[in-house]
């Protein structure tokens, strides 16, 4: 309950990295680095498939066809692909649009995450692409900047998070439009290729994770899709972070902005609109008004030329913010996974983390499994993978969506005592900190951490409101503060932060 407030803690960004780490994992020329006696690469008429020859599993000779239909090649996707392919699965990936996504948002890998690559494989998938490290938050309000780094001492030197340009990648470009069953069991895809013709893929597993906006996951679980905001994004140039290698979080009304490094020369700005508030057009000019106007104001000295000089070259993209809870309808032969899962707010960037933790936790859960076409036992390790994942993903959810509602301005006096009150929780230094900064960063997702701070939030909030003297007033606003936090935890239950089965 008072789970929430530690949520805000060090959280912010948003950040789903997705097209990125494709870029790497199955583009051509990586592949050409490995030894020819390690890779074979097959066309089977429209599959790409990825074998390897030195490893435990291989197709029976009898059986023909993928393992795996992997439909998407975003983050989880891809990374899911090339793992499989790793362990000798035969791995048809299909892809709608192969284009360079232009994004605003998906561009922070925090520490969690990338180990989470380096747990893979795939560590390199952040190297030669002009990737910022970010060892940390800073915090911005009324004036005053509480940083708030990442607990990295335990860790070697390039653990860190990375934040850059999303985009680029290179597979098989078709748009999946329909599973087909057999039985009740998922046997594969209809899919387009982009010249128009229709195609069926089969195998024994298909792994949907084709994005937030997938047309396949109405059939595999149950899509309680809530929109709590937009974010108005651009990228400023010419200028520099008032704190280094530090996301930067600014507590504006009416909500956070945002600031990250995206490349050497560029900080990516966003700004956060609430769902209640109507999001000013672009077209007509009342947005870069509202900019200049509302927003500008509230900016760091540092870049408010950047950002007002931005805004008057016309330069703005917006994007919708999605929350949706895991709610799966368990279907033999197939299983959602990212975006199409499981959503929170991207203002922690925990997107990546949940994605890249997903992708281990199936890769260990069906390492084992000689042949997929086994039905009973393929099944009998799918349904397992929803428990397991569970730890990891509901704290982060949990943090992600608390956080947002805690960093965010209200006219209620026990809400504006509770954010100011997080911010100074996070610049108590010590395990308060440090804790707290662990959870963000994806270095330690624990449930029963992200309880322990949300108590120590809320006793840390009530307390100094108490001292010296518990007047009348303060004790009910005490009482507020407690009912408040309970209100905004309960609230993101339902957005799906400890539901995720």
Known sequence: MVLMIDQFIGTFFATSLIGLLLL????PNKMKKLPKSRKNYNKMENDVVLTSADNEHSLPENVSGPDVIIVGAGVAGAALAHTLGKDGRRVHVIERDLTEPDRIVGELLQPGGYLKLVELGLDDCVEEIDAQPVVGYALFKDGKITKTPYPLGNFQANVAGRSFHNGRVRIEEGTVTSLFQENGIVKGVHYKTKDGQEHKSCAP?????DGG????????CNPKVDIPSCFVGMALENCQLPVPNHGHVVLADPSPILFYPISSSEVRCLVD??????????ANGEMAKYLKTKVAPQIPDELRDAFISKVEKGSIRTATNRSMPAAPKPNPGALLLGDAFNMRHPLTGGGMTVALSDVVVLRNLIKPLQDFHDAASLNQYLDSFYTLRKPVASTINTLANSAYQVFSASSDEAREIMRQASVDYLGLG????SGAMALLSGLNPRPSSLIFHFLAMAIFGVGRLLLPFPSPKRLWIGAKLIWVSIFLSQNSHQMGTFTLI
């Open 213 to 220: 906006f997938s047309n396949l996951r109405r059939s595999l």
């Open 430 to 433: 010590g395990i308060y900190t």
């Open 273 to 282: 609109v609430p769902a209640g508030q109507k999001l000013p057009s672009i």
């Open 205 to 209: 597993l298909t792994i949907v994770c």
């Open 24 to 27: 790497i994992i199955l583009r």
